[in-house]
């Protein structure tokens, strides 16, 4: 959920965003996704069963099942690689601390959570911005910055349909990154 308490050392052992939750938000989640992922090709296969059965169309029938596989294959790798961190090579963790502070206020996001070991970060008070219920988590091991950026759907749960915007705008996090450090290191 987005209040989560971070487990910052297994988070970089894992190289995934560990969080601290109750088991029964553990298993709300993964019920939430299977029933996701397995809706879609299930309704579109009983579909095809029940073209088969009574003489219809099975080739409409067999395209949708088909499709409904590739989207939930999708959704599958888009759940599967929701906290995972992506790593950026940084200099000296006092300069990555403020590299990365520039570049969250320079992308007009609001710092949440700032010390030693994190950064938290949303966007700041736009309702209407596509950024808007995302969180950027910053983690910093040695010299490297570890990264996560989430979209929080209804009731707080990450939403798997959002994963290719986040990455977007994590690849946009890392160019801003790399260009303060190349602008900065002589």
Known sequence: MINDKIDIEKSKVKNRLVTKTWMIEQ?????????LIVFFPFSSGLFLFAQFK?????????????????????????????NKLRKIQGVLKE????????????????????????????????????????QIV??????????????????????????FENRNLERQLIEEFEQKIKTTSP
Do not use: C, M
């Open 95 to 134: 300069q990555n601390i403020e590299f990365t502070l520039e570049v969250v206020e320079q992308l007009g996001w609001k710092i949440l959570t700032h010390d030693q070991q994190l950064i938290i970060a949303n966007p700041s008070g736009r309702w209407f911005s596509s950024n808007w219920n995302r």
């Open 27 to 35: 298993i709300l989640n993964f019920i939430f996704y299977a029933v």
């Open 138 to 163: 910053l983690l910093y091991d040695n010299q490297d910055v570890l990264i996560n950026i989430t979209y929080y759907g209804l009731h707080d749960f990450k939403s798997p349909f959002h994963w």
């Open 54 to 82: 009574n003489g219809g169309n099975l080739f409409y029938a067999t395209i949708l099942l088909i499709v409904t596989l590739l989207f939930s294959g999708l959704l599958l790798y888009s759940v599967l690689n929701l």
